[in-house]
């Protein structure tokens, strides 16, 4: 079982314990925490434990420095206080960052614990008064986790029926089956009173009995007295103690520290299959993000090139999937055809090219010398093209509406690749190179479609025209004569032919326009908004092609972090699928 809880230490899923500083220290065996007065401990520290071969030399690692040992634990000490600096600044703040530090060690059990800040009743000068509370939500954060043992030390020089250790812990573990007493200060007690009754459950009852630990003095601490001594000296005090004799054998940090590594073997062993199922599930999390972030790129030029090619055809395909209606967005463009369009044509207002005094000028001008003998068919012609050349504004709108709705599906194509995030490089070519086609796809649309307009400009609808006498002759005079042709009744019926002829050729462009428009436009994006891109790469030196497939350095170091943590759990599914058979 010492195995599996090595390996629960490794994967950082194991119960933990919550102790204070100096107990700690008296569980490893060596002097490395910060010490002072006020709040020392300003970060948590997650400390595992590891049981090493006897005759190994004892080292500390970081996880934030890795594959730097520290042999001396004053240097452990320093890089504590240096790393909490980092984090809090050189301050009385807090900071809920854990530090993990790792200790390995012949003389220490397999055991993880985490050392918390102190809790306060007040807030000291350059503290926020919310520092209180601040503590307090940190220490729940951990504590409340079922897999934690907590680790509840008073002093027992104290009143314990004030301890903030043993009130917390009632409050999150009421049934006291998470939690542990450990009774520290003894041989500081006043002459005449002892800790007996704490000690054997009488005054103040937990479900495991209660620990007392003889820690160093401040005088011992400023001595350099080591901890081996130190852990002699408490034996000797218990052992030779009379009220404390009897309960020897089960007290000191030593025993604790047994005590501890014990407790959290039975809870492991309850938690095998939470565990099992946990460590598979992260296995599979842990591969579908390696697939998502994409193997490293070949080294040869015909490689990479495969690899760009490769990336561009799932980028187009989201792209297209987009239009077609598998993904969303393509919709808009309808939208356009069927509502924008439309409601630009209505809104188009012919009141100055049909006003009487305009119609008059027109007809007048289109006379010349000679008055019209019939009808007025320049005048026609010339109101007609000024009126029509007015939808040449909403031809345009439309255009520029779908390029818009494109460049955004580009975009939504560009994001919803994953390979292309991989490469900052690769995305902004793309990117670049997908705009750059719409445009020149814009351009020509709106050449198409402004074409349309002017086709209904330069030739007129002949039999439109020719239904006219027939409407005359059933109640009008097409032979009026010279001194009321340009009569008000005249006018405006002219005007009224002309706005019913424009109605017409708007209902038709109404339908051309989109045909136009998703022939230059979308069917084109569809089918070659990368071709260009595609030749210039053929074009690009090994060099180039390298560039473009530059990792975004997150990446590259998330990759080998998933990596590693992969080979970790694919390690520890084997290691705890064995100890689940045997056991």
């Known amino acids: ?74 240097a452990v000490r320093k890089e504590i206080q240096d790393e909490t600096d980092r984090e809090t600044g050189r301050t009385k703040q807090i900071s809920s960052v854990p530090i993990h530090l790792s200790i390995f060690s012949p003389n220490v059990v397999n055991l993880t614990l985490v050392d918390l800040p102190g809790l306060t009743k007040v807030a000291v000068e350059g503290q926020p008064e919310s520092i209180v509370q601040d503590i307090e939500n940190m220490v729940r954060s951990y504590i409340e986790k079922p897999n934690c043992i907590i680790l509840a030390i008073s002093p027992a020089n104290q009143d314990l029926a004030t301890s903030d250790a043993i009130k917390i812990s009632r409050e999150v573990d009421p049934t006291g089956e998470r939690t542990l007493g450990v009774l520290t200060k003894i041989d500081l007690m006043d002459k005449g009173t002892d800790a007996v009754d704490i000690l054997e459950g009488k005054s103040y ?251 209904e400009c330069c030739y007129l609808t002949v039999e439109f025209f020719r239904k006219l006498p027939q409407d005359v002759e059933k109640g009008g005079n097409p032979t009026q004569s010279i001194f009321d042709r340009y009569h008000e009744t005249y006018l405006r019926r002219i005007g009224t032919t002309v706005l019913s002829y424009v109605n017409m050729v708007c209902a038709t462009l109404r339908h051309s326009i989109p045909k136009s428009i998703v022939y230059c436009q979308v069917r084109e994006a569809k089918r070659s908004l990368l071709d260009f891109f595609y030749t210039e790469l053929g074009k690009l030196e090994q060099k180039r092609l390298s560039a473009l497939l530059n990792e975004d350095p997150a990446v590259m170091e998330r990759r080998s972090a998933l990596a590693k943590r992969l080979e970790l759990y694919r390690s520890a599914q084997a290691e705890i699928d064995a100890v689940a058979w045997s056991k």
């Open 205 to 455: 009852r937990l479900k495991f009995p209660w620990v007392g630990v003889v820690n160093r003095s401040q005088a011992d601490i400023n001595k350099n007295v080591d901890m081996i001594a130190a852990r002699r000296r408490e034996r000797e005090y218990f052992a030779s103690t009379p009220e404390y004799r009897h309960l020897a054998h089960r007290m000191g940090s030593e025993h604790l520290a047994k005590m501890l590594s014990k407790h959290l073997e039975t809870v492991i062993k309850s938690r095998i299959p939470g565990i099992q199922s946990l460590i598979n599930k992260t296995i599979v999390e842990l591969e579908t993000e390696l697939s998502r972030l994409g193997r490293p790129i070949a080294a040869d030029a015909g490689g990479k090139l495969y690899s760009i090619m490769e990336i561009c055809r799932l980028f187009d395909q989201n792209f297209r999937e987009h239009l077609d209606g598998v993904r969303s967005g393509g919709d808009k463009v309808y939208n356009v055809f069927d509502n924008q369009l439309p409601a630009a044509l209505k809104r188009l207002q012919f009141d100055r090219q049909l006003s009487m005094e305009n119609i008059k000028k027109l007809i007048t001008e289109a006379d010349g010398y000679q008055p019209h003998l019939i009808a007025p068919e320049q005048g026609y012609r010339r109101l007609i093209e000024s009126t029509l050349v007015t939808i040449r504004g909403p031809a345009e709108a439309a255009v520029d509406a779908v390029h818009s709705i494109l460049k955004d599906l580009v975009h939504k194509a560009i994001s919803e690749t994953p390979e292309l995030k991989q490469y900052p490089g690769l995305r902004v070519e793309v990117g670049n190179a997908a705009i750059e086609s719409l445009d020149r796809m814009r351009d020509q649309s709106k050449k198409a479609a402004l074409q349309l307009v002017d086709m």
């Open 1 to 74: 079982m010492d195995n599996l809880i090595s390996l629960v230490n490794k994967i950082q899923r194991a119960c933990t314990a919550l102790g204070k500083s100096s107990v700690l220290e008296s569980v490893v065996g060596k002097d490395f925490l910060p010490r002072g007065s006020g709040i020392v401990t300003r970060r948590p520290l997650v400390l595992q434990l590891h049981k090493s071969d006897e005759g190994t030399r004892e080292y500390a690692e970081f996880l934030h420095l890795p594959r730097k040992r520290f042999t001396d634990f004053g």
